[in-house]
Every structure is written in structure tokens, then in C-alpha cells.
């Protein structure tokens, strides 16, 4: 994802969900449904991967983060043995 604060744009890899290489045309699909550009969203950093930001990320105003989201769809796995509280 390509997410900005009005100066700069950052890359965010989505926390905790593998990506199957044919779903992820569909993935990505989804993902633009669920975030349209300019819509504002909540980031829980979780760590780095390769020098990107590696995050939860919940569309403000939603309950359930995009990860969340991609797995309840079928669209990735969970890669999270345990989920934080």
C-alpha cells in the first residue's frame, strides 16, 4: 500500500497474511474496494521487512484491519501464529 500524511508517501506491507501469486490480482482488487484513494486509515506498526514499514492497517471508521479483511475473503493466509490483543 501507498499511504501519505500530506507530505510524503510511505510504502506499508500488510501485517500477518502470504499472498498466494494467483490470487494476487484479486487481492489487490479487493484492497482497492476497501481503500479508495484519500481514505483515511488507522496504522499499528508491527515491525520492518526489507526497510518497509510492516503494519495492521484499518480504514478509519471500520472495525476489521485489511489483513482481517483478505483472509475472511480467501484471499491470503494468516502467517500470524498468534494474534495481538
Sequence with gaps: ???GDG???YTVQLA???VEP???SSAVGWLREQLPRRRRVNLRPVG???GQLLARVTPIGDEQDLSSGLVSAGLAADSC???PA
Excluded: F, K
Design 22 to 24: 494467483d490470487a494476487e
Design 16 to 18: 500477518c497474511i502470504d
Design 81 to 83: 501464529s498468534t494474534e
Design 1 to 3: 500500500l501507498q499511504v
Design 7 to 9: 507530505n510524503r508517501t
Design 48 to 50: 520492518r521487512n526489507d
